[in-house]
Nanobody
Framework: QVQVAESGGGLVQPGGSLRLSCAASGFSLRTYDIKWYRQAPGKERELVAS????????MYADSVKGRFTISTDNAKNTVYLQMNSLKSEDTAVYYC???????????RGQGTQVTISS
């Protein structure tokens, strides 16, 4: 089955860390631009981080810069989002989008819940 699936969410205290995973099956992420989005209740979807395969550039939203790191493991066909120094405002459902460099097709996961609370 061709899909991406997020995992790694959970409940952590403020200041804690989580590592989210976006694992692809049925296709290779090597030729896909990857974007991590998040959406909190009552708020618009926010682009958190992205990797462009075309330019090699990495982008972070100002709200997470210096705390989040996006990375890839081609051998595992997985993209990670390492999240450190978590704050209550990071609470959201986090989604991974994989967009083909060549066809424009996008695969979206079901999301993983991240809750930051003491």
């Amino acid at each position: 089955q061709v899909q991406v699936a997020e995992s790694g969410g959970g409940l952590v205290q403020p200041g804690g860390s989580l590592r989210l995973s976006c694992a692809a099956s049925g296709f290779s992420l090597r030729t896909y631009d990857i974007k991590w989005y998040r959406q909190a209740p009552g708020k618009e979807r926010e682009l958190v981080a992205s990797i462009s395969r075309t330019s090699g550039s990495i982008m972070y939203a100002d709200s997470v810069k210096g705390r989040f790191t996006i990375s890839t493991d081609n051998a595992k066909n997985t993209v990670y989002l390492q999240m450190n120094s978590l704050k209550s405002e990071d609470t959201a459902v986090y989604y991974c989008h994989a967009n083909s460099m060549f066809t424009g097709r996008t695969y979206r996961g079901q999301g993983t819940q991240v809750t930051i609370s003491s």
